[in-house]
């Protein structure tokens, strides 16, 4: 039998190397940027064209490289970053494997010039699938530009996977993000399809948080600080009050390279521990310095995860340091999660010198007895003339007139009359008897006994099975806005407008583009104008990131259910009659009547049998 295992060539090896390493346009962009990082630059430039797919260029001021170097950075496992085993535990610098580079050479366009400070002419090289297409000398200037086209263009199959361009776009922003935040004293710019994204000079870390997130997490943001043998922690923790439902905005850092870890993320939010409301997630953007002998991040591909010598030391150290500068920033659990700006209107006490005794003044004729005249609560001090010998008001017997009118509806929750319905529906609007309870729960009796609807589980079905419809039939209504309003959006929420703007506008939204991440908001629909435009937008993106991440919806189902679930009114809303009435045929109206968006019921039946059960044991 002849011999049958043979060496790949090393362009099919490449190939199947950078299906671990470049898996979409926003992989290449994190190898490139970090080793530009790792030579040295403090000026970076990305530039992309059709979300990377068509072009992605980084340009950086580093070190640059000799013209033996330029080709050897294309060859498998090639790396000025370590030389022995050993350096594997020593390691500072973003890269060290030596595969990316002839990963993205092996699957794209490549070109590459690069010029060291020493050298009066650069070298431009150019690769295409693996294969060195020309090698010269070029005028360049200092650092390294590298271009890669037409990414994919040998494999139709895996270009094929790849998602819209403004998916495609929202990986690319967020490593972009994690990138910039771990570097803030390097200036970075970034444009897409001849559009400036971002333009981030040399800052400290506050200030490169509010200029990569907004103006408004100025306020936001509480320093956290430890310096330990074990670890030096150092960053910042978004104020409770501005938790979001979502993940998305939380940062971990092990020796300036980002991470994911599930047991470290826990450690910050016990130190949370009863002051955030119900599945809310902090923002944080946390630095660990360590000693690089006493991890290994040879564990993944990405680099993304790293295992430590001493969790559990590490872990106590965050939640301590964490719950340690929230407490020195009094944020204590009696927030108020309802107002904004909760902590800024703490009461400051005046200097004892300020400080005046308080008068108080009387009238001595002051008669309680005394019937006023005129309703004016407000002044309860009246000369005696003002009031009227008379304490009973002269329309007294109306009271009972007016209490008459008043539907009772304890009486009509016991009197003996049967309704002619079935045992899964209500009577008709007129015969109903219905009765709010907590102004969370609408009760209305049935034959067999009575059921119990929540409000607002049965609004977010009613609305949710409209807006469906709308998506499907282009249908939605809308109310234009007599002021339009300006939103201005992260870089990822603007981009994940983009892409569901189609749908958007389906649903009533009136929203047209506006400059740099801001849309201006010319009508929204007709059910919902009784909620603020910037609010709207940012609670329908949240939950839309949060569907995706936890339910995995497709766009429009996941697009429908966000807004139904913002937009229904809430448990402890009060209800009139007349809406109640209307909820319930809606209610009624609907598919699934019996099913809330979250798979629990909707309705809720207790025949009399069981009541009479309850009663004569």
């Known amino acids: 039998m002849p011999d049958i295992i043979q060496l790949l060539p090393d362009a099919v090896a490449n190939q199947i190397a950078a299906g671990e390493v470049?898996?979409?346009?926003?992989?290449?962009?994190?190898?490139?940027?970090?080793?530009?990082?790792?030579?040295?630059?403090?000026?970076?430039?990305?530039?992309?064209?059709?979300?990377?797919?068509?072009?992605?260029?980084?340009?950086?001021?580093?070190?640059?490289?000799?013209?033996?170097?330029?080709?050897?950075?294309?060859?498998?496992?090639?790396?000025?970053?370590?030389?022995?085993?050993?350096?594997?535990?020593?390691?500072?610098?973003?890269?060290?494997?030596?595969?990316?580079?002839?990963?993205?050479?092996?699957?794209?366009?490549?070109?590459?010039?690069?010029?060291?400070?020493?050298?009066?002419?650069?070298?431009?090289?150019?690769?295409?699938?693996?294969?060195?297409?020309?090698q010269e000398a070029c005028?360049?200037?200092?650092?390294?530009?590298?271009?890669?086209?037409?990414?994919?263009?040998?494999?139709?199959?895996?270009?094929?996977?790849?998602?819209?361009?403004?998916?495609?776009?929202?990986?690319?922003?967020?490593?972009?993000?994690?990138?910039?935040?771990a570097n803030p004293q390097i200036f970075?710019?970034?444009?897409?399809?001849?559009?400036?994204?971002?333009?981030?000079?040399?800052?400290?870390?506050?200030?490169?948080?509010?200029?990569?997130?907004?103006?408004?997490?100025?306020?936001?943001?509480?320093?956290?600080?430890?310096?330990?043998?074990?670890?030096?922690?150092?960053g910042f923790v978004g104020k409770p009050e501005f938790a979001r439902k979502t993940r998305g905005e939380q940062f971990f850092f092990v020796n300036n390279r980002f991470i994911r870890d599930a047991y470290l993320n826990h450690a910050v939010l016990t130190a949370f521990d009863e002051l955030l409301p119900d599945e809310a997630y902090p923002m944080y953007v946390l630095f660990i310095d360590i000693d690089p002998a006493k991890i290994d991040i040879n564990v993944h591909p990405t680099k993304t995860e790293i295992k430590y010598q001493d969790e559990k030391a590490i872990y106590a150290i965050i939640r301590s340091a964490v719950k340690r500068s929230l407490g020195r920033y009094n944020i204590t659990p009696s927030l108020d999660f309802d107002q904004e700006n909760s902590i800024e209107h703490l009461i400051t006490p005046k200097p004892f010198e300020e400080i005046v005794a308080p008068t108080i003044a009387f009238n001595p004729d002051f008669n309680p007895f005394a019937a006023e005249k005129k309703a004016d609560r407000g002044m309860p001090f009246r000369d005696?003339?003002?009031?009227?010998?008379?304490?009973?008001?002269?329309?007294?017997?109306?009271?009972?007139?007016?209490?008459?009118?008043?539907?009772?509806?304890?009486?009509?929750?016991?009197?003996?009359?049967?309704?002619?319905?079935?045992?899964?529906?209500?009577?008709?609007?007129?015969?109903?008897?219905?009765?709010?309870?907590?102004?969370?729960?609408?009760?209305?009796?049935?034959?067999?006994?009575?059921?119990?609807?929540?409000?607002?589980?049965?609004?977010?079905?009613?609305?949710?099975e409209r807006f469906l419809q709308q998506l499907q039939n282009h249908s939605g209504v809308s109310q234009q806005s007599l002021f339009p309003q300006s939103v201005?959006?992260?870089?990822?929420?603007?981009?994940?407008?983009?892409?569901?703007?189609?749908?958007?506008?389906?649903?009533?939204?009136?929203?047209?583009?506006?400059?740099?991440n801001t849309v201006v908001v010319e009508g929204i629909?007709?059910?919902?104008?009784?909620?603020?435009?910037?609010?709207?937008?940012?609670?329908?993106?949240?939950?839309?990131?949060?569907?995706?991440?936890?339910?995995?919806?497709?766009?429009?189902?996941?697009?429908?259910?966000?807004?139904?679930?913002?937009?229904?009114?809430?448990?402890?809303?009060?209800l009139s009659l007349e809406e109640m009435n209307l909820l319930i045929d809606q209610l009624f109206a609907c598919q699934m009547p019996n099913v809330a968006l979250n798979g629990k019921p909707v309705i809720s039946t207790f025949t009399l049998n069981e009541l009479l059960e309850r009663f004569e044991k």
């Open 22 to 134: 470049v898996q979409r346009p926003a992989s290449a962009v994190k190898e490139l940027i970090e080793n530009a990082i790792d030579a040295g630059a403090d000026k970076i430039q990305l530039i992309l064209k059709d979300a990377g797919k068509a072009l992605i260029q980084v340009i950086d001021n580093g070190c640059g490289m000799s013209l033996t170097d330029a080709r050897m950075s294309f060859e498998r496992h090639a790396t000025s970053k370590i030389r022995k085993a050993d350096d594997l535990f020593a390691i500072r610098t973003m890269g060290f494997r030596g595969e990316a580079m002839a990963s993205i050479a092996a699957i794209a366009q490549v070109e590459l010039k690069t010029r060291r400070h020493e050298d009066e002419l650069g070298t431009c090289i150019t690769i295409e699938g693996s294969e060195v297409i020309s």
């Open 139 to 181: 005028s360049a200037n200092t650092g390294t530009s590298i271009s890669v086209k037409n990414l994919f263009y040998n494999t139709p199959a895996r270009r094929n996977f790849l998602k819209s361009n403004p998916v495609e776009m929202r990986h690319i922003i967020d490593e972009f993000q994690r990138v910039a935040l």
């Open 188 to 234: 970075f710019t970034m444009h897409h399809d001849g559009q400036e994204v971002y333009h981030l000079p040399e800052a400290m870390l506050k200030q490169r948080i509010v200029h990569l997130f907004g103006n408004n997490y100025n306020q936001r943001l509480v320093p956290v600080e430890e310096d330990t043998t074990i670890i030096k922690l150092h």
């Open 384 to 464: 005696s003339n003002s009031y009227n010998s008379s304490p009973i008001p002269k329309n007294w017997d109306t009271l009972y007139e007016i209490s008459k009118k008043e539907p009772n509806y304890q009486h009509a929750l016991h009197e003996e009359k049967n309704i002619s319905v079935d045992e899964q529906e209500v009577s008709k609007s007129s015969e109903r008897q219905l009765f709010q309870i907590h102004n969370r729960f609408i009760l209305s009796q049935i034959k067999s006994g009575f059921m119990l609807i929540s409000q607002q589980a049965a609004h977010e079905r009613v609305l949710y």
């Open 488 to 516: 201005t959006l992260n870089s990822s929420d603007f981009e994940l407008l983009r892409e569901l703007l189609p749908d958007v506008r389906a649903l009533g939204f009136d929203i047209r583009e506006f400059g740099k």
């Open 525 to 574: 629909p007709a059910d919902l104008n009784n909620i603020g435009e910037h609010q709207l937008l940012e609670q329908l993106l949240e939950g839309f990131k949060n569907n995706l991440a936890i339910l995995k919806l497709d766009k429009r189902d996941n697009l429908a259910r966000s807004l139904a679930r913002n937009a229904a009114i809430k448990a402890g809303t009060k």
